[in-house]
């Protein structure tokens, strides 16, 4: 068992689960429902498997509130400008090409998804 991570939170869990409750930008909603699952107890594990990302970006968000709050957490932008959206699934049975982040199960490609436990469809450094 790691040891017990501390954050003096700036926030109670009801302002955080506001705050995700009413955000409406795709890209914070994982960040702030972390923020959220955190603040209720969870650990940085059980709340990364939760969210479906990585235990590390658990960790940079964390690191993100502690240095500025919420207003830090919104500030930044993961993945980049050139980031090549897919709109097709790739073919069941493909391994993930160099450059797959993950998969979507909103782009109905659950079997495949599920599989193979993407996240997102998302080339990232496309040109």
Not at 39 to 46: D, M
Request: glycine share 12%.
């Amino acid at each position: 068992m790691g040891r017990r991570w501390y954050c003096d939170w700036q926030h109670s869990e009801q302002e955080l689960f506001q705050v995700y409750h009413h955000a409406t930008n795709g890209r914070l909603l994982p960040r702030l429902q972390a923020l959220w699952q955190l603040r209720r107890g969870r650990s940085l594990a059980e709340v990364a498997t939760l969210i479906g990302d990585t235990y590390r970006t658990v960790q940079t968000w964390v690191t993100w509130y502690r240095q500025g709050g919420l207003a830090e957490v919104t500030r930044h932008r993961q993945g980049g400008v050139g980031a090549e959206k897919i709109d097709r699934c790739p073919d069941p049975g493909t391994e993930s090409p160099r450059g797959y982040r993950g998969i979507s199960d909103a782009m109905g490609c659950d079997s495949l998804g599920a599989r193979a436990g993407w996240e997102h469809v998302e080339l990232l450094g496309a040109p």
